[in-house]
T-cell receptor, first 112, second 111 residues
Framework: DAMVIQNPRYQVTQFGKPVTLSCSQT?????MYWYQQKSSQAPKLLFH???????NEADTPDNFQSRRPNTSFCFLDIRSPGLGDAAMYLC???????????FGPGTRLTVT | SQQGEEDPQALSIQEGENATMNCSYK?????LQWYRQNSGRGLVHLIL?????REKHSGRLRVTLDTSKKSSSLLITASRAADTASYFC???????????FGAGTRLTVKP
């Protein structure tokens, strides 16, 4: 089945230790998104790629970076995780901007 | 930044009852979407309504959109315990590439 896959589902990292979360899709969608969701809050868009064009949200900290080496894969790099970065990170895709988004199951990040 | 605001924040009903959730937004939109999220999982798309549509149905779901009031409602009829989840509205931010999610309504359906 076509889907959005996120690995790992649970990630524990130490304060200040770089961590990479990955997302892959078999849907061949043009757009890939990364969201941060803290407990009982709305998903907050960090950035998205439209094909290879990177679009950063104005309030996304510099600590968060992303790479999209090809259509199928997108990575979220957190250079120096702080305790406040502990959250669920959701990857999503869509065919075009602002249309139905398909979400992965999320990666829950714990920072110790 | 958030675009949509849902109310109520939490809703608890008995199985078989209808559940209504509301969403208000601030700026012009091209479409509004509703998503569902089970605890600790990703979001699942429920329904999309375009700015030139007023009402849309999908199974037990009914969505309305009032662009003059910048508001939408999601009605779940004949609720089931399995409908227990958080429900989010999302609107495009006008640049056609991303969506803004509201804070969500946490629905509990008691068996």
């Amino acid at each position: 089945d076509a889907m959005v896959i996120q690995n790992p589902r649970y990630q524990v990292t130490q304060f200040g230790k770089p961590v990479t979360l990955s997302c892959s899709q078999t849907l061949n969608h043009n757009v890939m998104y990364w969201y941060q969701q803290k407990s009982s809050q709305a998903p907050k868009l960090l950035f998205h790629y439209y094909d290879k064009d990177f679009n950063n949200e104005a309030d996304t900290p510099d600590n968060f970076q992303s790479r999209r080496p090809n259509t199928s894969f997108c990575f979220l790099d957190i250079r120096s995780p702080g305790l406040g970065d502990a959250a669920m990170y959701l990857c999503a895709t869509s065919t075009e901007g602002a249309e139905e988004q398909y979400f992965g199951p999320g990666t829950r990040l714990t920072v110790t | 930044s958030q675009q949509g605001e849902e109310d109520p924040q939490a809703l608890s009903i008995q199985e078989g009852e209808n559940a209504t959730m509301n969403c208000s937004y601030k700026t012009s939109i091209n479409n509004l979407q509703w998503y569902r999220q089970n605890s600790g999982r990703g979001l699942v798309h429920l329904i999309l309504i375009r700015s030139n549509e007023r009402e849309k149905h999908s199974g037990r779901l009914r969505v309305t959109l009032d662009t003059s009031k910048k508001s939408s409602s999601l009605l779940i009829t004949a609720s089931r315990a399995a409908d227990t989840a958080s429900y989010f509205c999302a609107t495009d931010a006008g640049n056609n590439n991303d969506m803004r999610f509201g804070a969500g309504t946490r629905l509990t359906v008691k068996p």
